[in-house]
């Protein structure tokens, strides 16, 4: 069974490009989290999706970003108009759902998507 | 609401010495806690976590952690560290109760071993 795949790994992009990253979650998990790593701190929780659903995205800056979990294929997060400050790493965590009967399903991390703004 | 704190971001001890990882949490509701480690330039590894039950609990690697919930901790630590325990560890917290999803991390403890 594959782990969460993410591509790309890196990702180089020059100011108002376009950035779109892929996640694909393991098999039989329906449970997708983003979440963004800045240089020197900790993953910052972005936005958590069920297949066709975004749960909460709480954590997502209300402009340039989205992020989908469609029927068929993998979870995208888009960064339109990219900005210097988007630089970071990006992980994709999946689950096969949040909880089950009053316990916790651990969330299995991507390798993540580097992304670099000129 | 939930947070977590790690004190200290930098950890350095002697190969063979004991490794104490430091983390605090806050949480409206019983939580969850884990700790992750992250090699440089790869993903995340779940070490151990805790969600119910025995609040002493054994990782990967020879690691645990024991869940204070008078104290509000969860610190990591091995009894010996080894050169290969060099990397960041993150603490992290998710809530136990129905709007569980997202985990709230720690800014992390980079762990330096000394030869």
């Known amino acids: 069974n594959a782990g969460v795949m993410q591509n790309p790994r890196h990702l180089v992009r020059r100011r108002g490009q376009e950035a779109r990253l892929r996640c694909s979650p393991m098999k039989g998990h329906s449970h997708v989290y983003w979440y963004r790593q800045l240089p020197e701190e900790g993953l910052k929780f972005m936005v958590y999706?069920?297949?066709?659903?975004?749960?909460?995205e709480s954590g997502m800056p209300k402009e340039r970003f989205s992020a989908e979990f469609p029927k068929e294929g993998p979870s995208i997060l888009r960064i339109q108009q990219v900005v210097r400050g988007d630089s970071a790493a990006y992980f994709c965590a999946s689950s096969p759902t949040a909880r089950v009967g009053g316990g916790y399903n651990e969330q299995f991390f991507g390798p993540g998507t580097r992304l670099t703004v000129l | 609401a939930q947070s977590v704190t790690q004190l200290g971001s930098h950890v350095s001890v002697s190969e063979g010495a004991l490794v104490l990882l430091r983390c605090n949490y806050s949480?409206?509701?019983?939580?969850?806690l884990f700790w992750y480690v992250q090699y440089p330039n790869q993903g995340l590894q779940l070490l151990l976590k805790y969600t119910t039950g025995a609040t002493l609990v054994k990782g990967i690697n020879g690691f645990e952690a024991e869940f204070k919930k008078s104290e509000t901790s969860f610190h990591l630590t091995k009894p010996s560290a080894h050169m290969s325990d060099a990397a960041e560890y993150f603490c992290a917290v998710n809530q136990n109760n129905t709007n569980a999803g997202k985990s709230t991390f720690g800014d992390g403890t980079t762990l330096t071993v000394k030869p």
């Open positions: 999706l069920q297949k066709e659903n975004i749960i909460d």
């Open positions: 949480s409206s509701v019983p939580p969850y």
